[in-house]
């Protein structure tokens, strides 16, 4: 799944992909593939910086300038709202360090990793930190 400078993530099938963008299956971030309007909706993206799967095949993405990591469970399109929000300790906040620095904020959610175990790992750049976390 890249990312596009158009504040979205676009999945692609294998098996069908041909030329970009017509094998485009699923879409993160926007309405739908002809719009751009990024925001900071459970559906929305605002410079979204990089993508990761882990060991269940649930997809993670920064949301680096809502100051959040977007989660997908596998049995959740890509398309529809995130299930899992790190960075942030309401599910629909976007301040960077709304109570100070905490483990709860972040500022500047520049990458996300996730291993096989359920880790998932967030370069929480303008506080010069990675935060580990492990979802439930």
């Not at 620095?101 to 880790?119: C, F, K, M």
């Amino acid at each position: 799944c890249p990312v596009d400078c158009m504040r979205r993530v676009i999945c692609f099938d294998r098996a069908a992909f041909t030329a970009y963008p017509d094998a485009a299956t699923e879409l993160d971030g926007e309405p739908d593939f002809g719009s751009r309007i990024g925001g900071a909706a459970l559906s929305l993206n605002n410079f979204p910086s990089s993508v990761a799967l882990d060991g269940a095949a649930n997809v993670y993405v920064s949301d680096t300038g809502n100051n959040r990591a977007l989660g997908f469970t596998v049995n959740t399109p890509i398309s529809s709202s995130a299930t899992l929000v790190m960075g942030q300790a309401l599910l629909s906040g976007t301040n960077p360090n709304a109570n100070g620095i905490s483990r709860e904020y972040v500022n500047g959610l520049r990458a996300v990793a996730a291993d096989r175990d359920g880790r998932i790992v967030v370069a929480d750049s303008d506080n010069n930190r990675v935060l580990i976390y492990f979802p439930q």
